[in-house]
């Protein structure tokens, strides 16, 4: 048989199974070696919440998506080309994920009547030979027993050669898309380093699968994506919780403070403290708190002492820091408060994605309690943005929120980083020790920006309180005078407010900077936005698209920006919370778009609501200047 | 090599001498603030005390940070002509091991009391004294909550009237001793306000011991919950009712030192030294037994209707024992990771992969 070459711009592939089948470790491995290949990615993991939920069963089916290509790939994909499914669960769970037209690579093995009926068929049925399929190309092969077949000479346990199986899949799809194995190969020698004949099987199996593709002469077609056309430069590829991770390391070299990081475990933020403990010879202390208070307390107090104190967590936890948090603000302390947003509310969806805490950062807290609030756009610009939450809470003496999400944390895209020498040293002194007892030490006293100085135990002369109770400016005595708390509110409100003048303007990412439509975003909906706001000029529309990565307070020119406008559109995944904010600072009639399912913006379903406010609203025509 | 951060450049360049930490006198750590506690409140001789202390520990002034939550105690570091936090309520010890941890050298004491430590931050009072974290803890205990105005705490006896319990307290109290060696605490002793020569002995050792030093000072609320302590205070009955420990020593209380405890097994009897017993006979305080110190931690009857105590109230070191502490451990943690890998930012961003676009 014949096998065509065909050149593919772009190809979404999914790997569903259940969580025990290693879809995850698959999608990563075929994710690193496209990566290696040079074509540009985005990646969308999606798992249970519990670790092991009931074996064939839909809740228990775990998912990777990966679309690659070589052009400019900014989201996961909406739907797949491919549909790999370890069993019937997984192609229940995700078949409405696949494109019509699309392949499937079904395990037959998982199709067996008690995997049917742990996936809920009903008595009798079986996709693989009813017409469920009939608008798809169907590839059914025995996964499990080619892989105990391939291992029969070997001595392993049954479960360790059941274990092997995902790595048939992934050796038949490198066949598919031409990708070589030495990658893999490598990593799982290193992995398994311990147990060779572990490592051994795991690359016979790859071997098998990739060989399978070649001789079984079912498959008629292989394919080929180019590289794409990525700027020049060294990369490596990134998912959001790690390269926030980066960037807070960048922050504490940059600033040479030790960092002393504050948290208590929950998804999806946990990676960031797995990831940072490791890092201690960077002079990071990691400290895995009682709960997410005393997580956040004990950051107050090392910031208290000079250091970097920073804390994470996801919106429950957030809820819980709330008071701490306040006290952050009354001190005037350096704190970065990372909030990997998940859906809410309570326990919501702890393993779905959500952007449901932008008003909690803004006005979540009890009293008058502004902070500053910041969040990146992609996975690789969490670095940029932690680094940057470090900074403004370091050199402004100011507790920072920094929302990224379940989407950004566990996905992953290409990443040209920076080298050390690229970044800006962050700028911070202490307060300086003074001999004799001349006036007593002020510390509230600020400079132009409202910021007071950093005055930290261990320095002689400058012995001095702070509290939570409301205090007179400059001395730092408590004070319950009336119009000393008005002055007090005021002052910490222009001091969160002082920090637009360091921080960027705000810069239309596409489009014209004036127009009928501007689609305005923040954090993790940038690729989807990006992606439907190109799709929609090519179409013809005039249509503009500007990205929030700095939320309070907002750039400078942000309302000038947004005035060159007619509407003014704000998507976002929760119930309307930007548009709302920015209804209120602005007063315009900004219109939301609202996606509230775990999931990112598809970019068709982001196309079709956008046409439908354009279509529906009757946009006026725009007065021009003349 | 050690990693140069810009607080150790700090430190090095601002160091005092010990010579002139010796030279303070306790006028030097009275803040400039007025002190608003109720006149005759107990707090005053603790602050006085803890004023006392202070030049005796051979600590500069600026390494010395108290930190407290709230209540009415926790007003206490704005006394203090020192570095010092009132935090929020109940957090204190969790500020206070972030503190610790990240600047070791310091002298970190926590001030807090039944309401803060024992009820809404339980939780981080026990987890403080299991990880062993070098700070000291001042809980003062006055079984009721003072700046709310009145409602029973978490340490009021069984059937106490307060305004939320008007007709008695239900909840069976904490015994703040026993709490504190069920959570591994290295260092558990009691003192009292209106004892301040023992209670100053007490803070003494509380600072020297290395590890989380738990100590509890009954003190009186003298507006809503007057003499709650007052048969272990009152000059009269305090002989009676009172045993001072002290290591290595018997058991011995009562006006004549004509009473003791001893031990049948497990079992602690009070006796009367005339004849029968003699001090021979009984139990010799050893600060280093857990058992005991758990025995002792229960002499805890408490009078009713008038009726002495079974037991006479121990004050003094319960227990003091050595384990290593959670900021040494940290910090030998972090040196090791330190002196076995180079910092290299550049190395880190690269990570394990990397490709060239061309
Ligand atoms: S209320 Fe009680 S504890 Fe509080 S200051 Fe007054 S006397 Fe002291």
Request: with cysteine.
């Amino acid at each position: 048989m014949d096998i065509k070459n065909q050149v593919c711009e772009e190809v979404t592939i999914r790997f569903a199974g259940d969580s025990g089948d290693g879809m995850q470790l698959t999608g990563s491995l075929f994710t690193n070696t496209t990566a290696l290949l040079g074509n540009d990615l985005r990646t969308l993991p999606e798992f249970p919440a519990e670790i092991r939920a009931p074996a064939g069963t839909v809740p228990g089916v775990s998912s990777f998506q990966l679309h690659f290509g070589s052009k400019e790939i900014m989201t996961p994909g909406d739907v797949c080309d491919v549909l790999v499914v370890m069993n019937s669960a997984a192609l229940k769970a995700n078949l409405s994920l696949l494109k019509k037209g699309g392949l499937i690579i079904a395990n037959t093995a998982g199709f067996d009547k008690r995997n049917l009926k742990l996936a809920k068929y009903p008595e009798g049925a079986n996709p693989l030979e009813d017409d469920t399929l009939s608008s798809y190309t169907v590839y059914e092969m025995d996964i499990s027993k080619m892989t105990k077949e391939a291992l029969s000479d070997m001595d392993l346990s049954y479960k360790d050669v059941d274990r092997c199986k995902n790595m048939f899949v992934l050796g038949l799809l490198y066949w598919m898309y031409n990708r070589p194995m030495d990658s893999t190969i490598q990593f799982l020698n290193k992995k398994f380093g311990k147990k060779p004949d572990v490592a051994a099987a795991n690359i016979k199996v790859l071997k098998t699968g990739y060989h399978f593709g070649e001789t079984a002469e079912i498959f008629s077609s292989r394919y080929t994506v180019e590289e794409a056309d990525l700027e020049p430069g060294t990369y490596r590829n990134i998912t959001g919780n790690e390269s926030t991770v980066l960037g807070l390391v960048a922050a504490t070299k940059k600033s040479k403070l030790p960092l002393f990081f504050g948290s208590y475990p929950i998804t999806p933020a946990s990676d960031i403290l797995h990831g940072l403990s490791r890092y201690k010879n960077f002079g990071i202390t990691t400290f895995q708190a009682e709960d997410e208070i005393a997580a956040v307390s004990s950051a107050i107090g090392a910031a208290f002492g000079g250091s970097l104190g920073v804390t994470s967590s996801s919106g429950p936890g957030i809820a819980l820091k709330g008071e701490a948090i306040g006290l952050a603000v009354m001190l005037e302390l350096p704190l970065v408060v990372l909030n990997i947003q998940r859906a809410g509310p309570s326990t919501g969806m702890p393993t779905k994605t959500e952007q449901a805490d932008l008003l909690q950062a803004f006005y979540g807290r009890n009293g008058e309690s502004p902070m500053v609030v910041v969040a990146p756009s992609t996975p690789a610009d969490c670095f940029q943005m932690a680094f940057e939450a470090s900074r403004i809470a370091l050199e402004h003496m100011i507790p920072v929120m920094y929302l990224s999400d379940g989407y950004l944390a566990n996905g992953s895209e290409p990443w040209k980083f920076p080298q050390e020498k690229d970044l800006k040293n962050i700028e911070v002194g202490f307060e300086s020790p003074r001999e004799g007892s001349e006036e007593p030490f002020l510390p509230y006293v600020r400079d132009e920006r409202h910021v007071r100085s950093w005055a930290i135990p261990g320095t002689k002369g400058i012995e001095h309180r702070v509290g939570g109770l409301e205090k007179e400016d400059e001395t730092g005595d408590v004070s319950y005078d009336p119009d000393n708390h008005q002055k007090m509110v005021k002052v910490r409100e222009a001091k969160r407010d002082k920090v637009a003048d360091f921080i960027p303007r705000q810069e239309i990412d596409q489009g014209n900077d004036q127009g009928d439509i501007l689609i305005l975003g923040w954090g993790s909906t940038y690729g989807s936005i990006r992606t439907a706001v190109a799709e929609l000029r090519k179409d013809g529309h005039d249509i503009s698209h500007a990205h929030l990565r700095y939320l309070s307070p907002f750039p400078r020119n942000l309302e000038a920006l947004l005035s060159g406008f007619d509407k003014v559109i704000v998507p976002e995944i929760n119930n309307g919370q930007l548009v709302r904010v920015i209804r209120d600072h602005f007063m315009i009639a900004a219109e939301p778009i609202n996606k509230i399912k775990g999931r990112p913006f598809g970019v068709a379903e982001l196309k079709e609501d956008i046409l439908n406010i354009i279509s529906d609203k009757q946009i006026p025509a725009r007065t021009k200047a003349s | 090599m050690p990693l140069e951060t810009k607080i150790d450049d700090f430190i090095n360049s601002n160091g005092n001498t010990e010579e002139e930490a010796v030279s303070y006198s306790s006028k030097d750590f009275s803040s400039d603030q007025d002190v608003r506690w109720c006149p005759g409140c107990g707090d005053y001789t603790i602050l006085k005390q803890i004023q006392n202390v202070m030049p005796d520990l051979g600590v500069p002034k600026k390494d010395i940070v108290f930190i407290s939550g709230i209540g009415c105690a926790a007003r206490f570091p704005y006394y203090m002509d020192t570095f010092g936090m009132h935090s929020i309520h109940g957090r204190a010890p969790a500020i206070a091991t972030g503190l610790k941890v990240s600047r070791p050298e310091l002298s970190v004491w926590i001030i807090t009391g039944d309401g803060d430590s024992l009820s809404i931050g339980a939780n981080h009072f026990v987890q403080l004294l299991r990880r062993n974290v070098n700070v000291n803890l001042m809980l003062f205990n006055n079984q009721i909550y003072g700046l709310t105005k009145g409602q029973y705490s978490p340490t009021a006896p069984e059937g106490t009237i307060s305004k939320s319990t008007p007709f008695g307290s239900i909840d069976h109290p904490f015994n703040p001793l026993s709490l504190s060696l069920g959570a591994d605490g290295t260092f558990v002793a009691r003192a009292m306000d209106r004892d301040p020569r023992h209670l100053k002995k007490m803070l003494n050792r509380a600072h020297e011991h290395q590890g989380a030093s738990m100590l509890e000072i009954y003190q009186n609320c003298i507006v809503f919950n007057d003499g709650a302590f007052e048969l272990f205070t009152d000059k009269k009955s305090r002989p009676r009712e009172t045993i001072y420990l002290e290591d290595g020593e018997p058991l011995v209380f009562g006006k004549d030192k004509d009473k003791g405890v001893r031990l049948d097994g497990l079992i602690p009897q009070v006796v009367e030294l005339n004849g029968e017993y003699s001090k021979d006979d009984l139990w010799i305080h050893d600060e280093t037994d857990t058992t005991k110190a758990n025995l002792l931690s229960r002499f805890f009857e408490h009078p009713q209707n008038g009726e002495h105590l079974k037991f006479p109230r121990p004050f003094g070191v319960l227990y003091a024992v050595d384990r290593p502490t959670y900021d040494e451990g940290v910090l030998a943690q972090n040196e090791y990771a330190i002196s076995k890998r180079e910092a290299n930012l550049d190395t880190l961003l690269a990570g394990p992969e990397t490709w060239d676009v061309k």
